[in-house]
DNA sequence: TTGACTTTCGCTTTGATTTCGCGAAGCTAG
DNA sequence: CTAGCTTCGCGAAATCAAAGCGAAAGTCAA
């Protein structure tokens, strides 16, 4: 999406003014600077800049126009789910509304990713440990030698390795000290692949 | 979300006015700054400004306005400047100008945290492996049990748990399999503590 | 209770954005 | 070359939001 000049023009204007003024200018003020005796003029230049989107602005809302920073580095953000039991399955994912912001290079997917506080030491082999903040990617398969969160019979979450043998699966806790579960594939309802860890000391 | 002319100016009044005093203004002090005389003028602006998120405000509370800083969405970068050996020391740290964005909650001051790259398993009992990230807050000192990068003999980094006694220091890998270090303390330098750490698979 | 504030209501004015239709240039492919 | 496209420009009318007024009612803290 190339600009011409005078849109180039026109946002570069937009751009200086905004940055000075930390308002937006008027149709009427952009037509003034670049002697436009129509504010129609102005208008059209506009749409296609948001068109091709270098700006962004509300419905005829005044001085409502903002230069679209290509934001390089911009942190996503996800949401907080709750918390997942890395031991025996105790709990079930539970929403509670928070949110965090993440590295980008622990994501995938933005809108399929989120967070879950890890509760118990049953995958302190794998270092994950109790307090952790696990990344999840929303996904319903995964392939053996992964660490998913898995829903067993319905209603328990839980943080496990997954390997699959034919119909059967198991889920093995990265705890000598632990059983692993194996259970029939319908019974567990994968709910994500951890991607990501994130822990504050 | 921009703000038209006014709102921007009766914005800056009210930071300003903050700034000053240490309370915000009334809104009659404000309708008097810009000649207003209706205060509902300026509550209408404030509504505004807070519908636009630049205004905190509680509800009916005398003076009660609250400039939104805008500390949401400046993302704390932080320099990665290079790697750490965790197992014995081999390498000392090198600048590679790179830069990562981490979550706010993993970060002390600002200015004094950067981030390395953890080579070698020896802190694999803390749960710190090879490849994982850690975020190192600036310090020359540290308490016991603490997780230190620390220099010794001047030019090799490591990552170790600090202990002091008297003036010798012992810096002990997290890895039965591996040695303490015993050394004087005027021998070590403190680089940084661990504060936080990030994985990513 | 009182006084210093904030909310809310209806109404007017001012300022900006949208949308129309029209025309002149300029680019590009057939 | 030229038909068909897009950009760039004009001006006027319509529409809507912002910005303002004054008065009355409601809240909170002292």
Redesign the pocket.
């Known amino acids: 999406m190339a600009l011409?000049?005078?849109?180039r023009e026109v946002y570069d204007y937009i751009c200086e003014f905004v940055e000075e003024n930390g308002y937006s200018p008027?149709?009427?003020e952009i037509?003034a600077h670049?002697d436009?005796?129509?504010?129609?003029?102005v208008?059209?230049?506009?749409q296609?800049l948001v068109a091709k989107g270098f700006l962004r602005?509300a419905?005829?809302?005044?001085?409502?126009?903002e230069p679209v920073t290509e934001e390089v580095s911009e942190l996503p953000t996800i949401p907080l789910l709750g918390t997942v039991a890395a031991g025996s399955p105790i709990e079930a994912i539970e929403e509670r509304g928070e949110s965090i912001r993440v590295p980008a290079q622990l994501m995938g997917r933005p809108q399929e990713t989120y967070a879950l506080k890890v509760r118990g030491d049953s995958m302190i082999e794998d270092q994950i440990c109790d307090g952790d903040l696990v990344i999840v990617e929303s996904r319903s398969e995964a392939r053996n030698g992964e660490t998913v969160v898995a829903l067993v019979g319905g209603h328990d979450a839980t943080l496990k390795r997954f390997y699959r043998a034919g119909s059967q699966v198991k889920l093995v806790p990265a705890n000598s000290t632990m059983q692993p579960i194996e259970v029939a594939a319908s019974d567990v309802q994968i709910q994500g692949v951890v991607r990501g860890l994130i822990r504050s000391y």
């Open positions: 011409t000049r005078r849109q008027s149709l009427e037509g670049f436009l005796a129509s504010v129609a003029t208008h059209k230049h506009i296609h602005k419905w005829n809302r005044s001085r409502s126009l």
